[in-house]
């Protein structure tokens, strides 16, 4: 499975865009990318996951670049409970959890 | 409609005990995966089980560990003689179906201290 990097902290203003980056520079023409997040010592949360185009969903939306090496998870308007570690992984049959990025939202 | 459920969500026990920890998938899912989160790291995947088969323990130590998702009931995570090490904690996961393309769903966790 391929490995991905994300920057290990972020914050953004409440009501802004959260924007997440992902680099997956050796993904697979088979593996997905999810997104999950984890607030503190809960269970990992799924966001939202794609192959090729952008995604959407209530929560999120996950924008792919076209040569797939690269993402970004965008939450649209941030609120303090978006505060959590946030993971992105790519995976073919397993996932593996790097250390995430840590998005703390500001009032 | 009730998310993955794992019991107990705290677990002390002293060294040379056991720990049994119990996942319940979602319903209808009958893929499941666990996982182990020492403090201020990501998780780390131990075992992939089907129902009554494990299909992956790449993850799993090679002592004191062992997983089984019977037919009937919950999938059971059992470590025998717990050594301090072992103090984490251990997530369980659920999916509909195995392959590219399928999210897996978290229980809230069970955290594992050894006195």
């Known amino acids: 499975d391929a490995k991905t990097t994300q920057p290990p902290s972020m914050d953004c203003a409440e009501g802004r865009a959260a924007n997440l980056p992902c680099n997956h520079s050796?993904?697979?023409?088979?593996?997905?990318v999810y997104w999950y997040r984890q607030i503190h010592s809960q269970g990992p949360q799924y966001i939202i996951h794609g192959l090729k185009n952008n995604e959407t969903n209530e929560m999120a939306s996950l924008i792919i670049t076209e040569d797939r090496k690269s993402s970004t998870l965008i939450l649209p308007h941030a609120t303090l409970r978006d505060t959590a570690v946030y993971y992105c992984?790519?995976?073919?049959?397993?996932?593996?959890f790097g250390t995430g990025t840590s998005l703390t939202v500001i009032p | 409609n009730a998310g993955v459920m794992q019991n107990p969500r705290h677990l002390v026990r002293r060294r040379g005990q056991e720990a049994r920890l119990r996942c319940s998938p979602v319903?209808?899912?009958?893929?499941v995966y666990w996982y182990r989160q020492l403090p201020e790291e990501g998780l780390k995947f131990m075992v992939y089980l089907q129902k009554e088969n494990i299909i992956d323990e790449s993850g799993m130590p090679k002592e004191r560990f062992s997983a089984e998702f019977p037919k009937e009931g919950p999938s059971i995570l059992r470590i025998q003689q717990v050594v301090r090490g072992d103090s984490a904690a251990y997530f369980c996961?659920?999916?509909?179906?195995?392959?590219?393309?399928?999210?897996?769903?978290f229980g809230d966790g069970t955290r594992l201290s050894i006195l």
């Open positions: 319903k209808g899912h009958s893929h």
């Open positions: 996961a659920s999916s509909l179906n195995k392959g590219a393309g399928q999210p897996q769903h």
């Open positions: 050796t993904i697979s023409g088979n593996e997905y």
């Open positions: 992984i790519v995976s073919g049959n397993q996932f593996y």
